[in-house]
């Protein structure tokens, strides 16, 4: 969510995040329902698409994966390098 715009120079280093929380979903991980079947695939390794998930977002474990993480220096990072 944008919660302000800002003129250039006046503020520092533009654009930058100054907040947020929880992790946002994987890309193409199936929208808000996706990500939470994500989330509970990952935290049950008996489940029998453990193995893919964990594969497809490219991690060795599921403890590598914490959608409660939020970095906003990660996103201001992201915002500064558009891909």
Do not use: N, Q
Request: aromatic fraction near 6%; hydrophobic fraction near 35%.
């Amino acid at each position: 969510m944008v919660e302000k715009v800002l003129e250039p120079g006046k503020e520092g280093t533009l654009p930058r995040c100054a907040g947020g929380r929880r992790a946002a979903p994987p890309e193409d991980c199936g929208g808000i329902w996706g990500y939470a079947d994500l989330v509970e695939i990952l935290a049950d390794p008996a489940h029998e698409d453990h193995a893919d998930r964990l594969e497809w977002l490219g991690l060795d474990a599921a403890a590598d994966f914490d959608p409660g993480v939020f970095s906003a220096s990660e996103v201001t990072k992201g915002l500064s390098d558009p891909r």
